[in-house]
């Protein structure tokens, strides 16, 4: 049972990041403009998080051994499309699709942890092997999707998911019982114009990159996007089982850690994105160095995510919370002043550490200040909101920091330049989404925290 939980939960974190490394090729190869090519990591995204509150929903009502069954399905069905993709609008769509696969599967394959190992050493014991395999996965994607990248192409890592899907589906069927379905009903229009909000959005800021911020379909996608977001509220505050009970944001504790997480995973992925394109676009590195590259910062991620309990049971969860985000702001500022000879060693691996201490630091009291004074009733759905703002944050941040790399081109240069100038705005952007991010930790959640140390602890195991 825990194999086949971790395994596609290992898959779903390792298409999460295995995209990054391919990013150069998958610009040169299908005629992506700098810009629109965020759109390769927001269609997954944007639906993983606009989705992700009605997968576990799904598996509540229509049991949760059909439901993981389903979405192992739909993620393998999507890869195959990913990697056959002939152009880029069919690359889009069907990592979208990969995005509502994920959605479904992600949530199901925690929930069947909960429900087949008891409370107690047991469930620990699966949590501690279900975070590890998030950790690893983050990082084994980048180095996979980089050696594959290198020697065949960006498509062969997609296509690993199929014989992964195919086989845990098998042992899903053998070894996974069948959970009774319970009643409820599903809150599609909130799933929908939560997701199609947020792409309005996200699109209307990308599209001002390659355009202006005054063009008609910038005016008018954001337009969009802000009267969809204001018939979900409408709709969450009057629906009976809503995705995202609006009670949730009566704390300013738990709305200070959505805003910062959603800032702070903004910067992150812009992180990621740029740091890539440097690594191989101006340093030269092929895709399996880039991947390599990323070392420094997920070691010592991984490294300090196991001893964060510690540190706040000596300094506090406010504490821990600034010195993470405070360190992660340093190295990304470090990183933001790289140029076209900077050294590897000095300008990208030192900040590395920097930022990946402070990732180590950061996420398990964000996690934990997020859930701070959730009945019982609601801790489901405040996890699916902390996964929620995750992932949306993931993509405005995108679009926002590709808009202001491209607010940097400059006309008459080369390539190489307008590259570099998008990758340096981009990271000062990111610095400035942390700074923002540090503010409203001192603000909202150091004069307010409340969390103790069990729901650290858990988090903690979460966030490993």
Known sequence: MLAIICVSYFMVILDNSIIFTGLPQIEATMNFTPSMLAWVTNAYVLVFGGFLLLGARAGDILGRRRVFIAGLLLFGISSVLVGVAPFSGWLIAARALQGLGAAILAPSSLALLTEHFKEGHDRSRAVA????????????????????????????????????????????????????????????????????????????????????????????????????????????????????????????????????????????????????????????????????????????????????TKYVRQFGLAKVLIGGVGLTLLGMTWLSQVGLTSNYWIAVALPMIFIGIGQGLAFAPMTSAGLAGVRGSDAGAASGVINTFHQVGSAFGLSVLVAIGAATLQPGVSEKVALMGRINGALTGSSILLLVALVVVVIFIARTATVTQPSVAKAAHNEA
């Open 129 to 308: 092997a279900y975070s590890a395999v998030a950790g690893i996965g983050a990082s084994a994607g980048l180095v996979i999707g980089g050696l594959l990248a290198d020697v065949i192409s960006w498509r062969a890592g997609f296509f690993l998911n199929v014989p992964i899907a195919a086989v845990m589906i098998v042992a899903a069927l053998k070894v996974i019982e069948v959970s009774p379905r319970r009643k409820g009903s599903f809150d599609v229009i909130g799933a929908v114009t939560a997701t199609l909000g947020m792409s309005a959005l996200v699109f209307g800021i990308i599209n001002a990159a390659e355009s202006s911020w005054m063009s008609a379909i910038t005016i008018i996608s954001i337009a969009i996007g802000i009267v969809l977001l204001f018939v979900f509220v409408l709709n969450e505050a009057r629906t009976k089982q809503p995705i995202m009970p609006l009670r949730l944001f009566t704390s300013m504790e738990r709305v200070g850690a959505y805003v910062t997480r959603f800032l702070y995973l903004g910067a992150m992925m812009g992180f990621f994105f740029f740091t890539t394109q440097y690594m191989q676009g101006i340093l030269g590195f092929n895709p399996l160095m880039a991947g390599l590259g990323f070392l420094p910062m997920s070691v010592v991620n991984f490294g300090i995510a196991l001893v964060v």
